[in-house]
């Protein structure tokens, strides 16, 4: 069964600070996609990025950048410079072969980014 | 290109009622799948369906359904509500799902069951 674990309820930092969002997934696949997705006031949730489970290589996105490690099964990112605007939910996902690639998300992070 | 719409925005129906959700897809876009998410949680897989099929189905029972359109947009049933079933009801669109593809979202219904 998979699983998706985010240990950190809540994070409030000043702006222009780093952040780093934590993201523990379960799988027994080998074919796997892990997601990240920000969810604002509104309500709709935003694709920010995602990787597969046969690239581990990290990368930056302008302020976004991620670090995923199969070893330790874990997906986290990081937000540089926060930006009161980053203020919202983020939710870690996860999508394996085993499950139909039904996507599973994690609780949430309620990211708050003060002036 | 339009974005995903959902529709109503909120909603209030007693326990026993049934409900009818509404989501137009993105265009282009020939997949749909609902969520829902309760306060304080991630979203829930409910069902996914491509081309006018379900094509996958989470831990819901039956009185949830689903329809998809010919021109893709795309009904959530609830019968028989319960007060559990209060949530944010959300849809979100796709390409033909493959497990890695980017999800569009809209913004939700709200539901609460009384």
């Known amino acids: 069964a998979q699983k998706v674990t985010q240990a950190q309820t809540e994070i409030s930092v000043v702006e222009k600070e780093d952040v780093t969002l934590d993201c523990v997934y379960e799988?027994?696949?080998?074919?796997?996609?892990l997601f990240w997705y920000k969810q604002p006031p509104s309500g709709e949730l935003v694709f920010l990025i995602r990787?597969?489970?046969?690239?581990?290589q990290n990368e930056i996105s302008g302020r976004y950048s991620w670090n995923f490690q199969k070893s330790t099964s874990s997906f986290n990112f990081t937000i540089t410079a926060s930006q009161v605007v980053d203020s919202a939910v983020y939710f870690c996902?996860?999508?394996?072969?085993?499950?139909?690639?039904?996507?599973?998300f994690g609780k949430g992070t309620l990211l708050t980014v003060n002036p | 290109e339009t974005g995903v719409t959902q529709s109503p925005t909120h909603l209030i129906k007693t326990r026993g009622q049934q409900v009818t959700l509404r989501c137009s897809s993105q265009?282009?876009?020939?997949?749909v799948s609902w969520y829902q998410q309760a306060l304080g949680q991630g979203p829930q897989f409910i069902f996914q369906?491509?081309?006018?099929?379900?094509?996958g189905r989470g831990n819901f029972p039956p009185r949830f359904s689903g329809l998809q359109f010919p021109n893709y947009s795309s009904e959530l049933n609830v019968n028989a509500l319960e007060l559990d079933d209060s949530a944010l009801y959300l849809c979100?669109?796709?390409?033909?799902?493959?497990?890695?593809?980017?999800?569009?979202f809209g913004s939700g219904t709200q539901l609460s069951v009384l």
């Open positions: 799988t027994r696949d080998t074919t796997y996609y």
């Open positions: 990787r597969n489970s046969f690239d581990e």
């Open positions: 265009s282009g876009h020939n997949t």
């Open positions: 979100a669109s796709s390409q033909k799902w493959t497990g890695n593809e980017k999800l569009f």
């Open positions: 369906y491509y081309r006018e099929e379900e094509n």
């Open positions: 996902a996860l999508s394996e072969a085993g499950s139909n690639y039904k996507l599973t």
